[in-house]
C-alpha cells in the first residue's frame, strides 16, 4: 500500500503502475487507521516534512507502529536535524528516537546517510559515471571532516515493534 497525502502524488503513481500492486490511496501519515497490517513500513522523508513539533511525531509514530503486525519493522529515510539545515522538524536524531522508542518501537539502528549539497546536480542531470563515482566519493569523505558531518541529510533508522 503507498499512501501520500498529495492527490497529484497518487495520481501519478497510478499513471506508471504496471500492476495493481501496490494500491495506492491519498491519506495523511497522521490519519492511518490500518492496525497489524503490514510486515515492512518504508518512509522516505514523510515523517519528518509532516511534523514540526514533537508531539505531532509522535502521535505519526504511533500510527505507524499501530500499523505494523507484532514483529515488523520500519525503515524511515528521514532528514532528521537539529539547527540551519533543519527542513520542518527541528530535532536531532537522540531525540527522535527517543520519540520512537515511547511510539512503541525498538531501535535496531541508525546510519548517517552522507547526501551532501551536490546531490540535486547529480539527480537532475544525466551524468556519465565517470563524473559521479568520483564526486560520491569525494563527497563522502567531505562529509567525516569535521564541521561538515552536520550536512548529511538523510538518517536511516530501522526499528521493530514488539513481537
Not at 546531490?119 to 568520483?134: E, G, K, Q, Y
Amino acid at each position: 500500500t503507498g499512501i501520500d497525502f498529495s492527490e497529484k502524488a497518487i495520481a501519478l503513481a497510478r499513471q506508471t503502475a504496471t500492476s495493481p500492486n501496490p494500491a495506492y490511496r491519498v491519506q495523511s501519515v497522521f490519519d492511518l487507521k490500518d492496525v497489524a497490517a503490514y510486515d515492512l513500513i518504508f518512509s522516505w522523508g514523510c515523517v519528518v516534512m509532516a511534523t514540526t513539533k514533537r508531539d505531532e511525531l509522535l502521535k505519526a509514530l504511533k500510527g505507524l507502529h499501530r500499523s505494523l503486525k507484532p514483529g515488523g519493522q520500519a525503515l524511515l529515510l528521514e532528514p532528521v536535524h537539529r539547527g540551519f539545515v533543519h527542513r520542518v522538524l527541528n530535532m536531532d536524531v537522540a531525540e527522535f528516537c527517543d520519540v520512537m522508542r515511547e511510539a512503541g518501537f525498538t531501535i535496531r539502528w541508525v546510519r548517517q546517510m552522507h547526501f551532501w549539497p551536490m546531490r540535486f546536480a547529480l539527480a537532475f542531470l544525466r551524468w556519465p559515471a565517470f563524473v559521479t563515482v568520483p564526486l560520491y566519493h569525494l563527497g563522502q569523505w567531505l562529509m567525516k571532516l569535521p564541521g561538515l558531518r552536520s550536512l548529511g541529510d538523510y538518517k536511516a533508522i530501522c526499528a521493530t515493534s514488539a513481537p
